[in-house]
């Protein structure tokens, strides 16, 4: 009954390694996104994906990649881990909804801890 | 400044009402967000509201808006130890990116 789901909810890691975060809705909507939030709650977009495309990249390093196998499943790639990408990592998808409100819904999250 | 601003914290008693209060810059903001986050958890929607809209009401919860000063408040009725959450107001435009901008949350405090 999931409708936005995240793996793995806890990543506990070393400074330069590799890892990656996986995201899946089954809500058939067309749009995903991925959110990072800080220590002090800050919400800020770093990429969406509408039907596999990506359409936003806001100012984002090059060591993060996005990849949408299908527009239900939008993964995030991280190479060479730094202190400062410690995070919560959320993972959303939207619909237009009826006029459009394009209602956002979100995982719950993926507690990236770089050590 | 910044697009979408929110106090941080509130402190309220249990069964007052909470007033969780937010204003926005863009006056071209279609539609005004409400999310709330509980500890662990992802952002979850409480309720929206249509810039041609001055207020909604769903059980516990009030939105009203004003469209002049750029403001928008969540009254939660009636508050609860599990009201207990951080509220994120949020603001998408007319045009351009459907994605909305969020506020930095509002951390609301109930206490017996």
């Known amino acids: 009954d999931t409708a936005v789901s995240q793996t793995p909810k806890y990543l506990v890691t070393q400074m330069g390694n590799d890892k990656s975060i996986k995201c899946e809705q089954n809500l058939g909507h067309d749009t995903m996104y991925w959110y990072k939030q800080d220590s002090k709650k800050f919400l800020k977009i770093m990429f969406s994906?509408?039907?596999?495309?990506?359409?936003i990249n806001e100012t984002v390093p090059n060591r993060f990649s996005p990849k949408s196998p299908d527009k239900a499943h939008l993964n995030l790639h991280i190479n060479s881990l730094e202190l400062g990408d410690s995070a919560v990592y959320f993972c959303?998808?939207?619909?237009?909804?009826?006029?459009?409100?394009?209602?956002?819904?979100f995982g719950p999250g993926t507690r990236l801890t770089v050590l | 400044g910044e697009d979408v601003e929110q106090s941080l914290f509130l402190s309220v008693r249990e069964g007052d009402s909470s007033v969780i209060n937010c204003t926005y810059t863009d006056s071209s903001s279609t539609y005004l967000y409400w999310y709330k986050q509980e500890p662990g958890a992802g952002l979850q929607l409480l309720t929206y509201i249509f810039s041609n809209m001055d207020m909604k009401q769903d059980q516990r919860l009030t939105v009203l808006l004003n469209k002049k000063d750029k403001h928008l408040s969540l009254r939660i009725a009636d508050t609860q130890t599990g009201d207990s959450a951080i509220y994120f107001c949020a603001e998408k435009k007319t045009g351009g990116s459907y994605i909305p901008t969020f506020g930095r949350g509002t951390s609301l405090i109930v206490h017996p």
């Open positions: 994906y509408n039907n596999k495309e990506l359409i």
């Open positions: 959303a998808s939207s619909h237009p909804g009826l006029a459009g409100a394009d209602t956002q819904y």
